[in-house]
Each structure stands twice: as C-alpha cells, then as structure tokens.
Nanobody, 119 residues
Framework: QVQLVESGGGLVQAGGSLKLSCAAS????????MGWYRQAPGKQRELVAE???????NYADSVKGRFTISRDNAKNTVYLQMNSLKPEDTAAYYC?????????????WGQGTQVIVSS
C-alpha cells in the first residue's frame, strides 16, 4: 500500500520560511516524478514544483527563486523549502508521486498539509 505523508505546514508571517516534508512508503521516490501541489480555497489545485526521477526540476513562475524542491532517496522523502513566503502562498499543500508503468499512470497523493502566511 502506497502512502505519502506530508508534514511541516503551519502558520508563518510574510517573509518567513517553512520546510515541508513528504515521506513515502510502498514506493521508491527515486523511480517517480515527485511534485508539490497546492490548493487555495475556491481555486484549482496547481503545480508548485516537481522533480523527475532523473533529477530535473520544474517550478511554477510564482515560486521561482523562493521555493526549492529536493529529494533524499535514502530517506525516501521529498522536501519543499519555502522562503520569502507571501500571503498568496497560503494553501493546502499536497505531495504527489507518479510514474507510467506499462502505459498505465500510477498516481498517488498525500493527505495535504496546511500553510498559512499572515501579512
């Protein structure tokens, strides 16, 4: 059974930092594209950052230069370092793992962790 468990969310003032963690079990993160998504109230879920199995990274324009995604294969954990946080970063943040196996998409989500940035 695949589980993705996020942690590290909380309340922070604008300009502050948080580091989110996503610990995986049942899959090897190194074989998957790992991503962080977020969803603010009344808005669609959006990609924040992702790292492929090959180590390539991709960021939403709104977080470039402020957020960094990283992966520790030994710990089977992916991180999202968030610096210079803004009130508009307030959202529920979700960890995602996906890969294509024999033409079938294997897609997994965590339960989410809340980030609130106060002005």
């Amino acid at each position: 059974q695949v589980q993705l468990v996020e942690s590290g969310g909380g309340l922070v003032q604008a300009g502050g930092s948080l580091k989110l963690s996503c610990a995986a079990s049942g899959i090897f993160l190194s074989a998957n594209t790992m991503g962080w998504y977020r969803q603010a109230p009344g808005k669609q879920r959006e990609l924040v950052a992702e790292v492929t199995s090959g180590g390539s990274t991709n960021y939403a324009d709104s977080v470039k230069g402020r957020f960094t995604i990283s992966r520790d294969n030994a710990k089977n954990t992916v991180y999202l370092q968030m610096n210079s946080l803004k009130p508009e970063d307030t959202a529920a943040y979700y960890c995602n793992a996906h890969r294509v196996v024999l033409s079938t998409l294997r897609n997994y989500w965590g339960q989410g962790t809340q980030v609130i940035v106060s002005s």
